[in-house]
């Protein structure tokens, strides 16, 4: 499948995800994570082609409401935003990724951090899971 990077600008001014080069339509293939510092990952304003090739809608649901706490990765864990904004800061690295509603992300296990979390938050989650079933650089 061909690929073409981040085009025009997508809604609240975001870039919109790369496309299958043969059809033009972002819906139809699953988005290329961006890596971020300490092994975090994430697609932005993730497609209905993401969401059904890691099979988010099935996963168990967590929320919480506006809040900052610690919190230790035992496994890695694969999470799609429903609703809110959270800022995750490794404890180690002080690294960052913001992570808002319509998101994919990845938290490596092992991983030590703080969520921000600004606008109360509704998620997908998976333990265990990856971003293998997605398009890699």
């Known amino acids: 499948m061909a690929f ?3 085009v025009l600008t997508g809604g609240l001014g975001r870039p919109k995800q790369s496309v299958d080069a043969s059809t033009k ?8 994570p961006e890596k971020h510092g300490a092994g975090m990952q994430k697609v932005s ?8 090739a890691l099979g988010c809608k099935v996963w168990p649901m967590w929320g919480c409401e506006a809040s900052k706490f610690p919190w230790t990765y035992e496994e890695t864990e694969v ?3 429903l609703k809110g904004n959270v800022v995750v800061t490794d404890d180690k690295t002080g690294e960052q990724m ?3 509603a319509g998101d994919v992300a990845l938290f490596p296990g092992g991983m030590s951090c703080t969520w921000d979390v600004s606008e109360a938050v509704s998620k997908h989650y998976s333990f265990g899971s990856d971003l293998s ?3 890699q650089e």
């Not at 339509?25 to 290329?32: D, H, N």
């Not at 304003?45 to 059904?52: E, I, K, M, P, Q």
């Open 25 to 32: 339509s972002p819906a139809m293939c699953a988005q290329r």
């Open 45 to 52: 304003v993730a497609n209905d082609a993401t969401v059904a």
């Open 79 to 81: 999470c799609y935003l």
């Open 133 to 135: 079933a997605l398009p």
């Open 98 to 100: 913001a992570v808002s």
């Open 4 to 6: 073409v990077g981040p």
